[in-house]
């Protein structure tokens, strides 16, 4: 029952793909990649909700807590919570920059502003390097998912047919395909969420789950993790919204509004996690064995719900990763073929991204089966690298006049220092590493900006 039930939703979502393609004829660049800039408030909130609630709110978060206790997901939520006042006020500005630049992706509105085609190669090129972990991250979590479940089957077998299935979404129509699905998806995933919370409350009791848990797990935050949380909130939040993907999708938003109207009904998905701590306890306060902290969640929902409910959590898990994945490419794939390869003429772009997506797919593979990771390890990473965007697009939003030359020299000191601390294993006293490198990058930029006016004055 459980996989009839799971490849049940898998083909809905498969005809959900063709259906988005319906009415819309062959598809130019812009609408493959950014829907023509016709999406409304519906379908912007569940494709953008469905980028950010992704494999890692069932396998990450979850996984975090049973591994390092309960205190080292509080800045999961915090830096979540934080990001929505930006996106309220940042997103419609992103929109209105890539409207007034004709933009595809993050490097086109580098390139549109600056004027600087080496910074527009430093943007695109870090922008794929830091999102191979974000695809291993999902990965990562279907492989968890669908093995916890009980499936156990060859980690290769399951990765290939993850990426065959992004990849179908992806050559059916694009982002819109995306925007379909994430409707399916958004709405298995917080049934599977609460459904596995309130059979955890339910059969286990929720006052008996959180004692248990308690005497194996501490609840109290040492100064240096409250340090480390507060400081990943603050710097996670400021690169939610330059991630690649989450750029582009503001970009299929047909108005300004549009992105407002979506922002102020975001938070109301955080409302589940408290059924994902529940889970996540559980597997803490019944001493569960497991082969990996990101099993946590299911091992709690294969213990506790019937066969076809766990199908439906089953599919949740994977279209939630199949998802983002199928994002990651939407961005990837033409950050190449306009941004690396300018030469391309459009009407080979779009088939030239699907080439692209199917390299990046590969890599991911190999990734996630050399070095498998926690979860949480993994959003880090991508985040060190993503976030030294900030200033940059900041300069662009509020058109500021900034030196190309500042900006590329704060973007790549901020990526390398912050690659150099993780790999030495540096200590601020909790301070997140990418925040320290986010303050290098801005003091970079300023001293390489104005360096030519000190030097004017002084020579004055």
């Excluded at 915090?78 to 933009?103: D, S």
């Excluded at 709405?187 to 005497?215: N, R, Y």
Aim: hydrophobic share 55%; charged share 10%; proline share 4%.
């Amino acid at each position: 029952m459980t996989t009839a039930v799971f490849l049940g939703f898998i083909v809905f979502s498969l005809y959900l793909a063709v259906r988005s393609g319906k009415g819309h004829g062959a598809q130019s660049m812009h609408d493959f990649f950014v829907a023509s800039r016709q999406f409304g408030a519906f379908l912007v909130f569940f494709l953008a909700a469905g980028e950010i609630y992704s494999i890692g709110t069932m396998v990450g978060f979850p996984g975090g807590i049973y591994a390092k206790g309960p205190t080292y997901g509080i800045w999961f939520l915090g830096y979540i919570l934080l990001a929505y006042p930006l996106g309220y006020f940042l997103g419609p500005k992103i929109w209105q920059a890539g409207a007034r630049y004709n933009a595809i992706t993050l490097p086109d509105l580098f390139k549109g502003h600056y004027g600087s085609r080496a910074l527009e190669l430093i943007v695109a090129g870090s922008s794929i390097l830091f999102l191979l972990p974000w695809g291993q991250l999902q990965f990562t979590g279907l492989v968890a998912a669908l093995k916890g479940l009980g499936w156990d089957f060859d980690p290769v077998y399951l990765v290939m047919i993850s990426a065959a299935l992004a990849f179908s979404y992806i050559a059916i129509s694009g982002v819109r395909a995306s925007a379909y699905i994430a409707i399916l998806k958004d709405i298995l995933m917080v049934v599977a969420i609460v459904a596995t919370g309130v059979a955890v409350g339910l059969k286990a009791g929720v006052g008996d789950v959180f004692h248990a848990a308690s005497l194996q797990v501490s609840n109290q935050m040492s100064e240096t993790q409250l340090r480390f949380s507060m400081s990943t909130m603050l710097f996670q939040a400021l690169g939610f919204y330059v991630m690649p993907f989450a750029v582009q999708n503001f970009f299929t938003a047909k108005s300004a509004n549009t992105i407002r109207r979506t922002q102020v009904a975001m938070p109301l998905y955080m409302l589940m996690y408290p059924f994902l701590v529940l889970a996540s306890y559980y597997a803490i306060s019944q001493n569960l064995q497991l082969a990996s902290p990101n099993e946590a969640f299911f091992a709690a929902a294969v213990r506790l719900l019937p066969g076809w409910l766990l199908g439906l959590v089953a599919a949740g898990a994977a279209l939630s990763g199949l998802l983002v994945l199928a994002g990651i490419c939407l961005a990837i794939g033409p950050i190449v073929t306009r941004n690396l390869l300018p030469g391309l003429p459009e009407a080979r772009q779009k088939q030239g991204a699907k080439v692209v997506i199917v390299i990046y797919l590969v890599l991911s593979i190999a990734m996630t089966l050399a070095t498998p990771n926690l979860m949480l390890t993994l959003i880090n990473t991508t985040y060190y690298g993503v976030t030294q965007f900030f200033p940059g697009v900041l300069v662009i939003l509020f058109s500021l006049k900034v030196r190309p030359l500042a900006i590329a020299l704060g973007i790549v000191t901020g990526q390398l220092l912050a690659i150099a601390l993780y790999v030495q294993q540096a200590d601020f006293g909790g301070i997140n590493l990418g925040l320290v490198s986010l303050a290098v990058n801005l003091l970079v930029t300023a001293l390489v900006h104005y360096a030519p006016r000190l030097s004017r004055v002084q020579a004055a």
